[in-house]
T-cell receptor, first 119, second 114 residues
Framework: GAVVSQHPSWVICKSGTSVKIECRSL??????MFWYRQFPKQSLMLMAT?????????EQGVEKDKFLINHASLTLSTLTVTSAHPEDSSFYIC???????????????FGPGTRLTVL | GENVEQHPSTLSVQEGDSAVIKCTYS??????FPWYKQELGKRPQLIID?????GEKKDQRIAVTLNKTAKHFSLHITETQPEDSAVYFC?????????????FGSGTQLTVLP
């Protein structure tokens, strides 16, 4: 159980285009989903936290107008990189957590990541 | 917010030896400390975790210790094998309810030499 999928697994796009990445919890309901960015040989940096049905909370330095997050249902969150530029090339990983009401220590389950390359 | 520091950044050990990775955290309110293993281009995989009300936890060759007073926790891998080679991340979780989020350490590249 507790499977998180991401689509696409990799994408190459031209500078200036927008890219949408989907994150799905396949066998559980995720009240909260997290989006991370990871540059080569670096740690996971939290970009934003999204709660179903409400606006995402962005970390300092992350442009919310550039990285649009929609958490429309308990099993789906999307990240749209708008007007992508080469510096946005990175590994984007989502993670999902079950409804916090069940336990105070629910594990986060990670998606397989999306490799974005902007030419 | 929380700040997690991880050392060393790289670690090479001979197969069969032990490996120890250490992390410190800044916020004494953090209550959950997972460790993840990440192979190149793949998702982080939880390998062990510890709650703030426990001082040590072991799972076969892997153990984690937590010192709340000193605000540090460590990962111990015994009898290392080549397949243990990967990047390991520690993390600390701060906050309650829907605001809980993980802060990751900078990672340790572990290489187990055959």
């Amino acid at each position: 159980g507790a499977v998180v999928s991401q689509h696409p697994s990799w994408v190459i796009c031209k500078s200036g285009t927008s890219v949408k990445i989907e994150c799905r919890s396949l066998d559980f309901q995720a009240t909260t989903m997290f989006w991370y960015r990871q540059f080569p040989k670096q740690s996971l940096m939290l970009m934003a936290t999204s709660n179903e049905g409400s606006k995402a909370t962005y970390e300092q330095g992350v442009e919310k107008d550039k990285f649009l997050i929609n958490h429309a249902s308990l099993t789906l969150s999307t990240l749209t990189v708008t007007s992508a530029h080469p510096e946005d090339s990175s590994f984007y990983i989502c993670s999902a957590r079950e409804s916090w009401g069940k336990s105070s220590y629910n594990e986060q389950f990670f998606g397989p990541g999306t490799r974005l390359t902007v030419l | 917010g929380e700040n997690v520091e991880q050392h060393p950044s790289t670690l090479s050990v001979q197969e069969g030896d032990s490996a120890v990775i250490k992390c410190t955290y800044s916020d004494s309110a953090s209550n959950y400390f997972p460790w993840y293993k990440q192979e190149l281009g793949k998702r982080p995989q939880l390998i062990i975790d510890i709650r703030s009300n426990v001082g040590e936890k072991k799972d076969q060759r892997i153990a984690v210790t937590l010192n709340k007073t000193a605000k540090h926790f460590s990962l111990h891998i015994t009898e290392t094998q080549p397949e243990d080679s990967a990047v390991y991340f520690c993390a600390a979780r701060l906050g309650s309810g829907s605001a809980r989020q993980l802060t990751f350490g900078s990672g340790t590249q572990l290489t187990v030499l055959p």
